[in-house]
């Protein structure tokens, strides 16, 4: 099982923020498509303005897993 963790951070300006907009959704489609045809969990974490975005390709309170887990299991 692979773990795909994206995590963006960005103060931008009302152009860049569309452009951000646009490729977010573009990336938690990308997540999924990974799922669907790979069969691999997915989690796309997007950091913006102190508000996180995130795709997880499964429902479960333990995913996408800490850090640390991720770190430890590298």
């Known amino acids: 099982m ?3 963790i994206l995590v ?3 103060k931008l300006s009302k152009q860049k923020n569309e452009r951000l907009r646009r490729r977010k959704k573009t990336l938690f489609n990308r ?4 799922k669907k045809l ?10 913006q ?8 390709s499964i429902e479960r309170d333990d995913w ?8 430890s299991q590298a």
């Not at 790979?38 to 950091?47: P, Y």
Request: charged share 20%.
């Open 2 to 4: 692979r773990y795909i």
């Open 8 to 10: 963006m951070e960005a």
């Open 31 to 34: 997540g999924h498509d990974l």
């Open 38 to 47: 790979f069969g691999v969990d997915v989690a796309v974490i997007v950091f």
């Open 49 to 56: 303005r102190g508000q996180y975005y995130i795709y997880k």
């Open 64 to 71: 996408p897993p800490s850090m640390e887990k991720i770190v």
